[in-house]
Every structure is written in C-alpha cells, then in structure tokens.
C-alpha cells in the first residue's frame, strides 16, 4: 500500500469514527422536547455502544483465520473481551467497557511483541 492511499484510509476512518460518535448525539439534541425518548430513534442510539464492541471484536477476530494467526492474535482477543466484560461489571458503562477491552488488548500485543 502506497503513502497516498494510506493518508486516504486513515483521514476516512477518521471521518467515519466522527460520524458514528456526533451524529447519534446531534440527533439526539435535535430531538429533545419532540418526543424521540421512545421508539425507534431511541432503540438506535442505545445501540450504538453495544455495535462499536462487535465491531471491534470484527476486527480484531479478523486476523484468526490463518492457523499460525490464532496462536499469535487468540489471547489479546480474549484478552479484549475479558476487558470488556470486567469494564462493564465494574465501570458499569458501555464507553468505560469499551476503553477497558481496547487497553486490555494492546496490552496483550504489547507483552506478545
């Protein structure tokens, strides 16, 4: 991969990651006083948090398809979800969870390397 495509993957990540974070709160403010605390637009931004750990749980079992992978890149996943299991039991937020598995698992990179 040349220089130039990959400034383009990280400034549409960046861009995509922004999205996925203001949108649901813009949205939500727009909504205030309109009655958005039911249905459907409710139900979407609760479940924005729960969808940004599949998605990294996505990314992250990615590279487990090779034999000699699973070996290298199972305990910093496990590692992961171990993080994100215990940062919800004892933070108790979705966002502290998350935080919680992400550090768990560069720190299982960190310690294989």
Do not use: C, K, M
């Given at each position: 991969m040349n220089t130039s495509?990959?400034?383009?993957?990280?400034a549409l990540s960046g861009a995509g990651t922004f999205l996925i974070r203001y949108l649901p709160m813009a949205w939500q403010e727009k909504g205030k006083g309109k009655g958005w605390g039911q249905g459907r637009m409710r139900r979407a931004l609760d479940?924005?948090?729960?969808?940004?750990?599949?998605?990294?749980?996505?990314?992250?079992?990615?590279?487990?398809?090779?034999?000699?992978?699973?070996?290298?890149t199972g305990l910093p996943v496990i590692a992961g979800l171990l993080g994100v299991l215990l940062g919800k039991k004892l933070l108790g937020s979705i966002a502290w969870a998350t935080l919680a598995g992400v550090a768990a698992y560069g720190l299982a990179l960190w310690f294989l390397a």
């Open positions: 495509t990959l400034l383009w993957v990280i479940a924005i948090g729960p969808s940004a750990i599949v998605a990294l749980l996505v990314v992250s079992f990615s590279g487990l398809v090779s034999p000699q992978a699973l070996t290298q």
